[in-house]
C-alpha cells in the first residue's frame, strides 16, 4: 500500500511498532552486534520512510512534547486545518486549540493518555488560528521521540459532517413537530407491512402496542386493501389511493382513507411504504344517508299513481 493512502488506524498500528523498534534498538545501543561496529542511530532510510508518510498524508498529524506540554512536530495538513504555521505550532499548547468550553474535557482525555499509555479516540470541537470551530474525530497514542515522552494525536476533518448531522436533528425535530400537530395518522410499513413508526394521531388510533404488529392485523372483514398496494412494493412510484374499514383501539370500526407511497434507501430499493389516513366515517355515513334519501325519493316519484306537479316560485 502507498504510504500516502494509509489510514489514521494504519498509521497508528504504525507508530506503535515504529515505538517497539526504538525501544528495542536503544536496548541494544553499545552492544557488539554487527562484528566490532557499535550502534548509534536509527537507520536514516527508516527515519525518512515515516517522514515523507507523515507529511504525505491528509490526516493531521500533531505531537505534543509530555513534560513541557509543547508541539514539537506538525505535519502539513495539521498546519493547513488549523491555519498555522509549524513554526507557530511549537509556540503553542493544546488551550490554544480547542474552546474554553471543552478544555477540560480535552485535558482529561490527555492526562488519562499519559497514565494508562493507551490510544485513545473522540470527537472533539477545536478552534482554528482566525477563531473559527470546526470538528475533528480525534485518535491519540503514546510514543517516544527522540529520546522525549510524546502524545502524537490524528485529527480527521469532520466539520461538514457535524454540520449535516445538526442541520438533519433540526431538520427531524422540526418535522416531528409538524407530524405530531397534524389530525391525519401517518405510518412507515417494512417490505412486510409491519409498523416501523407512526405520529401522535396513529397511536391515538391504534394504541401503544401498534410498532412491530402488521397492517392487517387492524383490518375489519374480508377486504383487498393488500392486492390494491402490492404494486408499491414491487416499486411503483405512483401514490395509491385506497379505503381501508379498521378497528380502532377501543374495538370500534372505522373507514379510514389512506394515501400510500413507496419508501426506497438509496440505492432504490424499496424498503416500505409511507401512508397517511383520515378518518371519514362520519362523512361515509353522510353520504350514504344521501344516497339512500335520493334512492327513496326517486322510487316514490317514478312508482307514484297520481301525477307530481312540481310548482317553483
Known sequence: MNDLNKTKEELINELQILRKDLEE????????????NTLKKIPD?????????FEGTTTGILA?????????????????????????FQRLTIENLVPKESLGLVMSEFESQIRGEKSVSFSQSCQTKDGKIIYA?????????KGRKCNVGFF??????????????????????????IP?????????????????AGFDFYGEGVIGREAAFYFEGEQETYGIVDPLFTGSEEVIKVKSWQQRRDGEKRLLSWRCKVLKDSDGCVIGALSTARDITESNHAENALKESEEKFKTLFENAVDGITLLTS
Open 184 to 200: 391525519d395518522i401517518v405510518v412507515e410499513v417494512d417490505k412486510n407491512k409491519i409498523f416501523s413508526w407512526t405520529n401522535q
Open 25 to 36: 534498538l536503544k536496548s541494544l545501543s553499545g552492544k557488539d552486534i554487527t562484528g566490532g
Open 64 to 88: 505534543i512534547d509530555i513534560e513541557s506540554r509543547r508541539f514539537i512536530y506538525s505535519n502539513p495538513a495539521i498546519c493547513k486545518l488549523f491555519g498555522y504555521t509549524e513554526i507557530e
Open 45 to 53: 532510510e527508516t527515519e525518512e520512510s515515516y517522514r515523507v508518510m
Open 137 to 145: 474525530d480525534i485518535s491519540g497514542v503514546a510514543t517516544v521521540i
Open 156 to 181: 480527521t476533518d469532520v466539520t461538514g459532517r457535524r454540520k449535516m448531522e445538526e442541520e438533519l436533528q433540526r431538520l427531524s425535530v422540526r418535522y416531528q413537530a409538524l407530524l405530531s400537530d
